[in-house]
């Protein structure tokens, strides 16, 4: 059995176990459905009883003196119950991680005495001591059930005492984290709805790397898990007793079990409805400090402005027009300049220019950047004070080089421009991989989580895969990060005419699938051939087996959005360290460009490359994928990939009747 119970996000919940006995107890019929997922949790906790009570019945006749101190497993049945009980005692300290993960990270922000995170840290401290006080009695329980001849009866008999017994019982501790978790009151709100209520902020603050629901299910399964672990540990508290005393606890095994079967339908519900609303959505905040090429990459050397002569524009036209008139290229730019001490003798574009426009009326002292810089200027001065471009200031690292507002050439007036520049050199990093990164489908691999990654300047999205197993886990030992192809055949190039737009959207598998894999993509069933799109691809799944149906495998891309974000005039988004920053909306889309004159002299191309890997921890399918634009207001931003969780809730039919 413990093959199966490692794959179950909650002791396999929906299958039977391998111990179940021929009889089962009359008290399943206190839980009203037939199918629901309350009935299978109480169901497998009496089965495991029944194992249990079964190994002890079988070896309590053995005479001490013949009988091991130690009882090892036998057969199949002593096997299971045995793997079934150790696996139950590593609970706890899943459980203890996660809190003690969220209290460190409260901590550190205890200054900003949020009142709801505050009363949340407590919560969940109360929450954790009751779960270990209930562990410790069920590690005792253990001993005594592995070891039955080296203990006294007595000490048994006072340890039954004890877990039935007191406000330090298994049964007062299990009632109060019960009434903690769910029950709220006139004064107060119900843990999981204060919770419920203030999630985004209080993932943030603990530093969990989990979406809403999932966090509200891991909270839900630690839950179950705890009240399976006091059903087990009264159950056999009341066998002793029995067996010490000759007295009959029917009615009190009765009451135990009702009590249990309402605890379990009503915790259901509870999460159920939470995690119905609960956002499915993991996302990455920006880092406390951003690290180019490790938090972040910059798309060097694709659109920058370029301050150029007009006559350089188009030498055969005699500066006979202006700079606005260049708005499309008749071919590459020119590697040179027609006038001496212009900054192309220095600085040139090896592309294409774009959109040129006079800009300036005055002398410009422009500070060249050093030879093997992806830019072209540090900054702009204008003369007599008249203006600046780019947020760098002071001294030149070397001479500045002037350059005139115009040249005379008779009868015309041969003005200085400000084109873009779009490189098509080999330095230019305008490169997007439209190869799938797939999850190995064949050994049931699913996508647990994803990246963007710069090779060659190339951009990939790079999926984690890891193995599925039942009730939508994944063997955690088997995770991995796919490997990219650096040298794709099938590629997209960014180009300042059609081909720069990137969609910004939400793509989501049908019901009951996860994804397999995820890609850039140009396709599209309407006219706008070259924007860059996200494709996913998925395949739907049995939850109770966690068997992938890898032959009805599809793939999804939207469809063009209409409504663009605009990015004029911003700077670069690593100016500022703000964790949190505005997000696009789905069904946008975004152009990349330069950056404005004022703030960077045009010199960086944005949005940005968000290079964080977007997991959970622990580990679990997805079902949806996104881009989004990341930002503040003033800056470029981030494109920045999101994810979707699996959504538990379509296999949480609760029983919903509750005996009173």
């Not at 107890?25 to 309350?38: E, M, R």
């Not at 949790?41 to 091991?68: H, M, R």
Request: proline residues 4%; aromatic residues 10%.
């Amino acid at each position: 059995m413990v093959r199966h119970i490692r794959c179950s996000a909650v002791l396999l919940l929906v299958v039977a176990t391998q111990f179940c006995l021929a009889k089962e107890p009359g008290t399943f019929d206190k839980l009203k459905s037939n199918g629901g997922l309350g009935k299978k949790v109480y169901k497998l906790a009496s089965q495991i009883w029944e194992g249990i009570n079964y190994v002890i019945d079988k070896t309590s006749d053995v005479p001490e003196s013949d009988g091991p101190a130690y009882r090892p497993p036998g057969n199949s049945i002593e096997r299971d119950v045995t793997d079934s009980l150790r696996y139950l005692s590593t609970r706890t300290d899943d459980f203890k991680i996660d809190v003690l993960n969220m209290q460190n990270g409260i901590i550190d922000k205890v200054l900003e005495q949020v009142p709801a995170i505050i009363q949340l840290n407590q919560r969940f401290s109360k929450i954790f001591v009751n779960t270990v006080h209930v562990n410790e009695k069920y590690e005792k329980f253990l001993n005594y059930y592995r070891r039955p001849g080296k203990y006294d009866e007595s000490i048994i008999r006072a340890f039954a005492n004890t877990v039935l017994n007191g406000n330090n019982g298994v049964k007062s501790l299990i009632e109060r984290t019960h009434s903690l978790l769910l029950l709220g009151d006139i004064s107060s709100f119900s843990t999981v709805q204060l919770l419920s209520d203030n999630m985004e902020l209080f993932l943030q603050y603990a530093k969990v790397a989990r979406t809403p629901q999932q966090f509200l299910y891991d909270i839900f399964q630690s839950t179950l898990f705890n009240e399976v672990k006091g059903y087990l540990v009264m159950r056999y508290s009341y066998k002793m007793l029995r067996t010490a005393e000759d007295w009959d606890y029917d009615d009190k095994i009765e009451v135990m079990e009702r009590e249990f079967g309402q605890r379990i339908n009503r915790t259901l519900d509870t999460f159920s409805a939470a995690m119905s609303g609960a956002s499915r959505e993991l996302m990455r905040f920006n880092p406390s400090e951003h690290k180019e090429d490790v938090t972040y990459t910059e798309l060097k050397r694709v659109f920058q402005e370029f301050i150029v002569n007009e006559y350089d524009v188009k030498p055969s036209d005699g500066c006979k027009k202006t700079c606005s008139n260049y708005r499309i290229p008749d071919g590459k730019a020119l590697n040179g300049c027609f006038y001496a001490d212009e900054v192309c003798s220095v600085k040139t574009c090896d592309g294409y220019l774009y959109d040129c426009r006079k800009k300036v009326d005055t002398t410009m002292n422009v500070c060249i950047s050093p030879m093997f810089s992806d830019r072209n200027y540090e900054f702009v001065d204008f003369a007599n004070g008249a203006g600046h471009y780019g947020h760098a200031t002071g001294k030149c690292w070397a001479d500045t080089i002037k350059t005139a507002a115009s040249h005379v050439s008779i009868p015309w007036s041969c003005d200085s421009c400000m084109c873009v520049c779009a490189d098509t050199s080999s330095q230019s990093q305008r490169f997007f991989n439209l190869n799938p990164s797939m999850a190995t489908i064949a050994e049931n691999y699913v996508v647990t989580g994803a990246r963007f990654v710069k090779k060659n300047r190339v951009v990939h999205i790079q999926i984690q895969e890891g193995q599925l197993l039942p009730n939508g886990m994944i063997n955690s030992s088997t995770t991995r990060w796919a490997p990219i192809n650096e040298n794709p055949t099938n590629y997209h190039t960014l180009a300042w005419e059609n081909g720069r737009e990137v969609n910004l959207d939400d793509l989501h598998a049908p019901k009951k699938s996860v994804l397999t894999g995820l890609a850039f993509s140009t396709e599209s069933t309407s006219n706008f051939q070259r924007r860059l799109h996200l494709k996913i691809f998925s395949a739907p799944v049995s939850y109770e087996t966690g068997r992938l149906w890898i032959n009805d495998q599809k793939e999804k891309v939207n469809e063009p959005a209409k409504d663009e974000i605009t990015l004029k005039d911003v700077d670069i988004p690593t100016r500022t360290s703000v964790v949190t920053a505005d997000r696009s909306k789905p069904d946008s889309f975004v152009k990349f460009g330069p950056t404005g004159l004022e703030q960077d002299v045009g010199q960086s191309t944005i949005p940005f490359i968000d290079l964080q890997e977007v997991s959970s921890s622990p580990q679990i399918p997805m079902s949806g994928a996104g881009i989004y634009l990341k930002r503040r207001s003033n800056n470029g931003g981030f494109l920045t990939l999101k994810l979707f969780s699996y959504d538990h809730t379509q296999h949480m039919d609760s029983d919903s009747e509750h005996d009173n």
